[in-house]
């Protein structure tokens, strides 16, 4: 397990990405974000907001991408959790 925290600056977004060995858990410290994702149709779209507060799990192997179109800073806690929690457990859509 790793527990780290995110800071997306206003119209920042990390990467599109998901994992082949871990899960995670974010809960939103500070601000406001999107969450992007893959729909069941298979394009990649806004899911769900998130404010202060909110909690969110990202299943093993799920596309996610988290987006701050707000004009404050976004503080997201993540919490991974799986049998490697590395950086080299990233991968990335083009």
């Given at each position: 397990?790793?527990?780290?925290?995110?800071s997306?600056?206003?119209?920042?977004?990390?990467?599109?990405?998901?994992?082949?060995?871990?899960?995670?858990?974010w809960?939103?410290?500070?601000?406001?974000?999107?969450?992007?994702?893959?729909?069941?149709?298979?394009?990649?779209m806004?899911?769900?907001?998130?404010?202060?507060?909110?909690?969110?799990?990202?299943?093993?192997?799920?596309?996610?991408?988290l987006?701050?179109?707000?004009?404050?800073?976004?503080?997201?806690?993540e919490?991974?959790?799986?049998?490697?929690c590395?950086?080299?457990?990233?991968?990335?859509h083009?």
């Amino acid at each position: 397990m790793k527990v780290k925290e995110l800071s997306i600056e206003p119209g920042q977004k990390i990467s599109m990405q998901k994992h082949e060995h871990r899960s995670e858990y974010w809960i939103v410290s500070e601000g406001q974000c999107v969450v992007y994702g893959k729909s069941s149709n298979g394009n990649f779209m806004p899911l769900i907001a998130l404010k202060k507060h909110d909690s969110l799990k990202i299943n093993l192997g799920e596309w996610h991408q988290l987006a701050n179109p707000h004009d404050k800073p976004c503080r997201v806690v993540e919490i991974q959790y799986g049998s490697k929690c590395e950086e080299s457990d990233i991968q990335r859509h083009e």
